[in-house]
Structures are given as C-alpha cells and as structure tokens.
C-alpha cells in the first residue's frame, strides 16, 4: 500500500528536541537547613530496620514500610537533639517522589520539603501553601486527602502516597526513635 | 507496519506533559485537571481476514480539555488507509479496494468523573461519544454512520499505584446509510436502506509498573454487535499485551490485540469459523502518542 508513510507524517511531525529530564528542587542537606534552620550539626543515624519494626510502622501508619533501610539525619544544636529529617521515597505516577519530613522531639512535623518532583502534574505539592498543612501533625492525626490535607487535581496518586508517607515517618519515629532519647 | 511502529516511535522526544492512557484499548478514570489540555496521536492497523490480503488503517488525531477538574471534552478527526485485494464478502465486501489516507469521520465526547481511583475506593467516569463517519471502516466504501457511544470506565489502584486495574461496560447505537455501487457481480447484495446497529463492550485491563516510567499491561475486549438486517452480526473476543512508557513530557502506549474467539456472521469458504472475520480482523495493532500543553 502506497499510503502508509502518509499516515505516519502527522505524528512524526510532533517530534521536537526538547529532553525529558528529571528534576531535583532542593538537595538533602538544603533541606535540612531549611527545615531546621537552627540547627549547627546533623548527625547521620541512618536506620537499619527489622521486619518486627517494619510490621509495627505499617500498622501504627497505616501503609507498608516498603523500605529496610530509611535515610536520618538527627539535627543538633550546641550538642542536643531538636529533631529528625527523614528522607523517603513513594510511588508517583511514573517515578518515585523523593521528600524529606522534620520531626520535632514528641513527633511532630515540622517540616516537609520535596527534593525531587518528575510528575506531569501536581507541581502544587512543592510550594509552600500545600507542604504546611503537615505542619504540627503527629501519628494520631487522620492525615487524609481530603480531609485533613488537600488533594491537587492531576497529582492525586502523589498527594496520596506523599501523604501516607508522611504519616508513615510519624510512626517509624514512634517505633524507632522516640523512646531512645 | 512495522516501519509505521518505528517512525511513530522516534516522535516521543516532545516538551510535553501526559494524562496517559496506559492501555491501548480499556480507557482508565483518572481526571483531567481545569484548564489542561492534550493531543493525542493514534494509530491502528486492522490485519487479516483469512482469505485474500486484507490490512486497513485507522488515524487519530485527539484533542482534550479540562474544563473543570472532573469534567473534560474532546474531538477528534480520524482518517483512514485500506488495501484489501482477492476477499469478496456479499453484503460486506463488495470489491478489491487500496487507496491512501483519506478523512473519515469526527468525534466529539464528553467525560465526567463520578470518583477518582487515588482518592476513593475506585475511580468512575462516564464517556459519552458522538461520531460521523463517512467511510465504510470494513470495505472501504462509502458510508454514512451517525454513533452515540457511552462507556462506565472503572479504575482502581493497588501497591501504591504500581498496580492498575481498569473495566469499561458500554454500548453503542449507530444509524447506517450506504450508497449504490457500479459495476458489482450480479446478485450481490449491498443493502442501500437506512440500517440501524447496536453494540455492547466490556473490556478488562491490568497495568504494572515494572521500572521508572515503564509499565506493562494485558486487556480483553468482548464486542457484541445486533444488526437491522441480521440480528446478532458478530461477538467477538480479542485480548493482548501492552507497553507503555510515561514521563513529565509525553507517554507512549503500543498493543497488540489478536481475536481468539468470534461469532455471528461468517462468510463462505472462511477457513477458520471460530472467528469473526467479517468485520473484524484476526490482528489490532495500536500506537498512541500524548503530549499535554
């Protein structure tokens, strides 16, 4: 047939050269001073989790602990623990959404920052108005989208994973670090 | 057709976003945002009818805005490619017919969202379409269709989201005119009475992502069609694989459907009668092309 390179031209004609590339907003260690801008040392206490632990962060947060091993940083001043900066990972819709939660002594937010965001939408959840709805929550809080926390149309799946996430690192730091301070 | 797969493949480099389809042929309910808008590029060969040597080809260009976060609209203009030499079906096939790209039909549809999958249980739409066509997608020839379709499109999300199971239940009404015809063998019937046609679908799909951005899928489609002349024309089974790649810029789904069961109407000498191959093919082949603006 005669016609077949006719019918290609149209989306051959949508070729363009611009690279899709991913996309990191903050790195750790800009996240950490953002999140506790008081802080003068950061101490790596990266955390090696048992299963027993892992089945005890699913259930107190409510999503699976996908992770052994979870990235922390205990944030200092002059000598005394002011907090955790925790960096995860969850599912996006085609990458995983890199974020970092602070949490203050007693487990509380402080803080969230997003390092790296590859989505086609939902570039909401980077700026500010959304990332402070976190602020002050704790493990007993619902942590719903929704609810609680608002949903942004187009990103939905992230805000639901980033938020599950959230409370996920509430209860890790209940189960792993807040009877050993 | 495989030179046509692999063009089609070197347009993915494109500044784009996507509001993907990770299936081929089973829509999924995820919303389009307010004000986002897409293109869409499709592309289908239909292959093989057991006897002669029968391929045709179906060009979409798709449109689609969001006009509030649950509520979206489209058209599309599609066009049409058929080579089909040595197969003489009475009623349905009336002559050998090649001919290149030409303009087939307009779309217009409309998609509400009733839930989201990542925010309630499981995600619903409803898609309403409207089409006209022109030409004749089995023959070639000329013909006049005026189509309603709807469609319930159901989505849920397992593992995070890593997991995607998709349904789609729906119908379609067509209103059918053909044209006489010169020079067709004595005898040969090719009804020129208004016609009137109902279908109904159901398809299931499941979508997995196996790598950052990658994902690989199988659906099933059954088609059942009813016939002012015939009653019940054909049902058909077809079911397949599917790959599709998404990023921030533009997503890419290829699939490969082949009919494993069939019914209805067949024609005399059709070497294999557990298909239908009257107005169906033994092959769909798919390429889509996204790019959100």
Not at chain 2, 16 to 35: F, I, Q, S, T
Not at chain 2, 146 to 165: A, H, N
Not at chain 2, 235 to 263: C, E, M, N, R, V
Request: with cysteine.
């Amino acid at each position: 047939m005669r016609s077949i390179p006719a019918l290609i031209v149209l989306p051959a004609a949508f070729a363009a050269g611009a690279a899709a590339g991913a996309q990191e907003y903050l790195s750790q260690a800009e996240a950490r001073k953002a999140i506790f801008p008081d802080a003068d040392a950061f101490v790596d206490v990266t955390v090696a989790l048992t299963d027993a632990q892992r089945q005890a962060i699913q259930k107190l947060g409510g999503s699976r602990q996908r992770w052994k091993s979870q990235v922390v940083w205990r944030a200092e001043q002059e000598g005394k623990p002011v907090g955790w900066f925790v960096v995860d990972e969850v599912v996006g819709k085609h990458e995983f959404i890199t974020y970092a939660v602070g949490i203050a002594p007693g487990g509380v937010v402080q803080g969230i920052e997003i390092l790296v965001y590859r989505e086609t939408y939902g570039y909401q959840v980077r700026e500010a108005d959304w990332r402070k709805r976190f602020v002050g929550k704790t493990v007993k809080d619902p942590l719903q989208l929704d609810g609680d926390i608002p949903n942004i149309t187009g990103a939905t799946l992230s805000c639901r994973n980033v938020t599950a996430g959230v409370k996920r690192l509430l209860a890790l730091y209940e189960i792993v670090f807040a009877h050993a301070q | 057709m495989l030179c046509l797969f692999a063009v089609a493949a070197t347009v993915v480099v494109g500044d784009a976003r996507a509001d993907e389809n990770l299936l081929g042929y089973v829509k999924g309910a995820e919303p389009l945002p307010k004000k986002a808008f897409e293109l869409y590029e499709k592309i289908t060969a239909r292959v093989g009818k057991g006897t002669g040597d029968y391929q045709a080809y179906d060009a979409i260009t798709e449109f689609e805005y969001g006009f509030t976060d649950r509520f979206s609209g489209r058209i599309a203009f599609g066009a049409m490619a058929i080579e089909s030499q040595g197969l003489v079906i009475d009623g349905y096939l009336p002559k050998d017919v090649d001919y290149g790209p030409r303009m087939a039909g307009m779309e217009a549809a409309l998609k509400y969202n009733f839930l989201t999958p990542a925010k309630d249980p499981v995600g619903l739409a409803l898609d309403t379409e409207f089409v006209w066509g022109w030409l004749d997608p089995h023959s070639g020839q000329d013909k006049t269709t005026v189509s309603i379709e709807q469609k319930l499109l159901l989505q849920k999300y397992w593992l995070d989201g890593q997991l995607i199971f998709i349904a789609n239940a729906g119908y379609e009404m067509t209103h059918a005119q053909r044209y006489p015809i010169d020079d067709l063998p004595p005898g040969f019937d090719w009804p020129t009475g208004a016609e009137m046609e109902i279908g109904l679908q159901t398809g299931l799909g499941l979508s997995y992502r196996f790598a950052r951005g990658w994902f690989v899928g199988l659906e099933t489609l059954y088609e059942s069609e009813y016939e002012t002349e015939v009653d019940l024309e054909r049902w058909t089974w077809f079911g397949g694989p599917s790959i599709h790649y998404g990023s921030k810029k533009w997503w890419l789904t290829a699939t490969w459907l082949t009919q494993f069961a069939g019914g209805g109407e067949f024609y005399p000498g059709q070497p294999d009668t557990s298909l239908h191959l009257i107005e169906k093919t033994e092959n769909e082949y798919r390429l889509k092309v996204g790019f959100n603006f």
